[in-house]
């Protein structure tokens, strides 16, 4: 007897629902409304059976393409030996929520739009790059109440 | 005493899920209410509204509703203590009152999205069966689905008559006759005839005249607010087609007078809990220690006198 290949085999846990979170889904799920173009996270429902995704889309993120009554057409791209292949699955408004990876590039751009009006309005020159964490700068560190340590490797003794 | 297992360990509360606070309450039905809410996506921000009805014991509460994210928003209500402005001052939770509630409420949403002249309603109640169909050439009627709540539907409630009162008044609310008082299951027809007359409030009148006839007292009793304001059986259904046209007239909301802030926290510090002072919780003690002495020293001398006396 071998391993089965059912189409929701090995989501015991993932289409489980969380613990003390079964029951009715928040209205909130219902009441969001979906855009051609946003970009959205795909997360199964357990409580819902209609419109569910294939185990493979659980976890993944993709673009949507199509709004129809109560799902979403939504883009994937999926890696099938040597590349990746569109996919295009319809998922029901239960299993989909707005990604946050979005949100922070937009809160930027808005953010960047407004230090450079700014700028411009004063004439000074601005610096709208984000830079990564760069190296400390030079500073004192004071041994007051804080002796350095020094460490040296013990010799070895057996213990039985 | 039979053998009892403990059910409620901790175990049990720290496994248990609440319901929904609502569910709580008993208030909402949550499957019903995911129904009323959701909205076509393809239909993107347009706002779903529902007709909302509710029964007090008193009153009756019809409000427009939508529902956002933030909470729901209420775009035009109505309720049966307003209905003494427009004449009708007694049986404010009959069948009556509340086709009354429902026209107000109806008049009002149109009233202020501007339909009201193109969305008359049915404007003599007549007891027949119709939904507002869309003007040519011109806005779609204002659509809205019927809550009940948790209220039972069955045929001749009262939430029909609201539900009767807006659908006249203009509103589009899809529905079919099966409810509404006067509907024959067998025959599966509505008798417009036994609908007006509870429109117009017929059957307080029947019931009046029946009372007055057969038992005065209980007559006084039940009817006694008619009684006072001088109205006979057969006036009543003039006062609801008076306040019908009445509330076509003006169905414009007339806010209530509200106390200023100063006023109310006036009103709440009245009952304020004050703590003592230090001071005055010692001479509460000295005081309550002093009088258990003297009761005690009391008790001690009619011992001991009844000692002496024995």
Redesign the interface.
């Known amino acids: 007897m071998g391993h089965s290949h059912g189409y929701r085999s090995g989501t015991r846990y993932a289409f489980s629902r969380d613990f003390?979170?079964?029951?009715?889904?928040p209205?909130?799920t219902?009441?969001?409304?979906?855009?051609v173009g946003d970009i959205v996270d795909i997360k199964a429902n357990g409580a819902v059976q209609k419109g569910m995704p294939h185990k493979f889309y659980h976890g993944k993120t993709g673009i949507v393409y199509n709004?129809?009554?109560?799902?979403?057409g939504v883009i994937i791209y999926k890696v099938v030996g040597n590349r990746y292949l569109e996919k295009r699955i319809n998922v029901r408004?239960e299993h989909i929520k707005h990604s946050k990876c979005r949100e922070e590039f937009v809160k930027r751009v808005k953010e960047n739009a407004a230090r450079k009006q700014e700028a411009k309005e004063k004439g000074e020159k601005v610096f709208l790059k984000r830079q990564p964490a760069l190296p400390r700068d030079a500073h004192v560190v004071a041994t007051e109440g804080n002796a350095p340590v020094t460490l040296a490797p013990l010799a070895y003794e057996t213990y039985i | 005493m039979p053998f009892t297992k403990l059910i409620k360990t901790p175990a049990y509360f720290s496994?248990?899920?609440t319901?929904?606070r609502r569910?709580r309450e008993g208030k909402t039905d949550?499957y019903a209410?995911?129904r009323l809410?959701?909205?076509?996506?393809?239909k993107?921000?347009s706002p779903k509204y529902r007709l909302v009805v509710r029964f007090t014991n008193k009153d009756i509460v019809a409000q427009i509703v939508s529902?956002?994210?933030t909470g729901d928003i209420v775009l035009a209500a109505a309720y049966a203590h307003e209905l003494p402005r427009y004449g009708i001052k007694h049986g404010l939770t009959n069948w009556s009152a509340a086709y009354a509630v429902g026209l107000l409420v109806a008049r009002r949403t149109l009233q202020k999205l501007g339909l009201d002249e193109t969305y008359e309603g049915v404007v003599e109640a007549d007891g027949e069966f119709s939904l507002t169909e869309a003007v040519e050439d011109g806005p779609r009627p204002f659509k809205a689905y019927l809550d009940v709540g948790l209220h039972r539907t069955t045929t001749g409630a009262r939430i029909f008559g609201v539900l009767k009162g807006a659908s006249d008044g203009g509103i589009y609310i899809p529905h079919n006759e099966k409810r509404y008082p006067g509907y024959d299951i067998e025959s599966k027809e509505l008798d417009a005839d036994t609908l007006s007359k509870y429109i117009l409030g017929g059957h307080v009148a029947e019931y009046m005249e029946t009372l007055a006839d057969d038992d005065e007292e209980k007559y006084r009793q039940v009817f006694k607010g008619y009684i006072e304001d001088n109205i006979e059986a057969d006036a009543i259904a003039d006062i609801y087609t008076d306040a019908h046209a009445a509330i076509r007239e003006d169905p414009s909301p007339q806010p209530t007078e509200k106390k200023s802030k100063e006023e109310y926290a006036a009103e709440s510090k009245k009952y304020r809990q004050t703590k003592l002072t230090m001071e005055e919780r010692l001479a509460k003690r000295a005081a309550k220690i002093a009088s258990l002495v003297g009761t005690g020293a009391a008790a001690e001398e009619e011992e001991e006198e009844e000692e002496d006396e024995e």
Do not use: D, E, F, W
């Open positions: 003390k979170k079964h029951g009715v889904i209205l909130t219902y009441l969001k409304t979906y855009k709004v129809t009554k109560s799902s979403v408004i | 496994r248990y899920q319901p929904y569910r949550y209410r995911k809410i959701t909205q076509h996506k393809a993107y921000n529902s956002q994210v």
